[in-house]
């Protein structure tokens, strides 16, 4: 109806009463937690440009205004500072649960509050989902496989998850939060979704996560030696974000509870991602090798035919053609940090 504009000031009236959007769907009311960060505010522009209205919450422990700085002003966006940890009172149509730090790096700076972040927020948020009827989706991880034995993994997968290890508060933290999610949709009948993603890159990371994308192309940039952690021949699967978002809202409007893994199966080793990178960046580039963290999962590649065949995604951007769009939005970041520090 394009009418949105002149119905953006009434209130929410709970499923009956929403706004049209175009023809046949209804406006909703979303909240993305974790949206100031970097998946959520790629989430965040999607639906914001499809004509829904977005809350974020965001605590800004690792995310950053900057991510969603285009949308204030924008009538049907609204950014609360707010810890997940604590209750919140909302009235919702989705929650796309996301608040959690996803780098190792961040979320073993403090790994007691990773572990609250993961239970007492998604617990909140369940809670919420459950009072005011709203659909609820889980960025759980493919963390919960652990140092996998089954390559690729597949979801009926268990995993091999150390439960006393530095990453644990991470691993398990996202296994419990996976196990609420299913108690509350089974004893409580929230409709929920759960989603395993894999390694994910793009633009909107932040520059020093200690992702191992992030890290290499600010490297290589910078024209440091990219850091390669032990023999550098471990694998991982590198998905683009906006593949991500895609199965993201096409998990949360399907039919199926899941989990689903969201990842890309092009699998890499560290030292090929780094040829990956030294090729779209700088052919001079040098590798430096430095000791590799605890309990680091030597392979990683999703199995995605359940995606595939029960929510029609599948990823479409390769790492090659993926990184050169995260490489300029870097580019203009590192020269800004420069001029800021007078170089
Ligand atoms: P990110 O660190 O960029 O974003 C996380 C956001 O959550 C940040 O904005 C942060 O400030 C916020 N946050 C953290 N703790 C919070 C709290 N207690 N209350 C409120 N906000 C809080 O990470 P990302 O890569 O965008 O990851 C988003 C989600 O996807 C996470 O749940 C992560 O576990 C999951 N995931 C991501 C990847 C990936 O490769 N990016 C892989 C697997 C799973
Ligand atoms: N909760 C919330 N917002 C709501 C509803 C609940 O933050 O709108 C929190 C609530 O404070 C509680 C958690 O979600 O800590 C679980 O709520 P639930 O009603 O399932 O359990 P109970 O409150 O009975 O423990
Ligand atoms: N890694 C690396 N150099 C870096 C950062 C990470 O070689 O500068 C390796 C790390 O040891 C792991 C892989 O890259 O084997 C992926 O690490 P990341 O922290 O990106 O994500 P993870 O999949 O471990 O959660």
Known sequence: SGSYSADSNKPFHG???????GIGRRRMR?????GAGFVGSHLV???IGRGDEVIVIDNFFTGR???VVHLFGNPRFELIRHDVVEPILLEVDQIYHLACPAS??????NPVKTIKTNVMGTLNMLGLAKRVGARFLLTSTSEVYGDPLQHPQKETYWGNVNPIGERSCYDEGKRTAETLTMDYHRGAGVEVRIARIFNTYGPRMCLDDGRVVSNFVAQAIRKQPMTVYGDGKQTRSFQYVSD???????????EHVGPFNLGNPGE?????LAEVVKETIDPSATIEYKPNTADDPHMRKPDISKAKELLNWEPKISLREGLPLMVSDFRNRILNE??????
């Not at 499923?15 to 959007?21: D, E």
């Not at 979303?30 to 974790?34: D, K, S, Y």
């Not at 991500?244 to 399907?254: I, K, N, P």
């Not at 890499?268 to 090929?272: A, K, P, Q, R, Y």
């Open 30 to 34: 979303i909240v993305v937690t974790g």
């Open 268 to 272: 890499f080793t560290m030292l090929e």
């Open 65 to 67: 205004k900057e991510n």
């Open 15 to 21: 499923k009956v009463g929403r706004v049209p959007v």
């Open 338 to 343: 420069d001029e800021g520090k007078g170089a």
């Open 104 to 109: 190792p790096v961040h979320y073993k700076y």
């Open 45 to 47: 522009d999607k639906l």
């Open 244 to 254: 991500l978002v895609d199965g993201l809202v096409a998990l949360m409007e399907g």
